[in-house]
């Protein structure tokens, strides 16, 4: 009798890359809203609760400066720097 393999093992978040679904829910949960809600441009708290929330999700420490921060401005500027902090954590730097 033969059985079905195993199932494949979860990848590892930082395996992951975020997507703009993953944001807007992490975003959504600032202020308890609902992701439709969520609006394109970015606050400074926004952004702040989205580098807090992606820190503990993927276990990953972003070092941002003023300027890199600062340079956040929309979710889809977003989803690009933390995409860049999990590339960058896999190749062994820090962001």
């Known amino acids: 009798m033969t059985g079905s393999p195993p199932p494949a093992a ?5 395996e992951v890359l975020p997507d ?8 959504a949960a600032f202020g308890q809203r609902s992701v439709e809600a969520v609006p394109e441009h970015l606050g400074s708290l926004e952004l702040t609760w989205l ?7 993927y ?5 941002l400066d003023d300027d890199r921060f600062g340079a956040v401005r929309t979710v889809d500027d977003a989803i690009e720097l933390l995409r860049e902090a999990v590339l960058a954590d896999r190749a062994g730097a820090r962001p």
């Open 10 to 14: 979860l990848p590892d978040r930082a």
């Open 20 to 27: 703009r679904a993953e944001v807007l829910t992490m975003l």
């Open 59 to 63: 276990g990953l420490q972003l070092d």
């Open 51 to 57: 580098v807090a929330e992606f820190e503990q999700r």
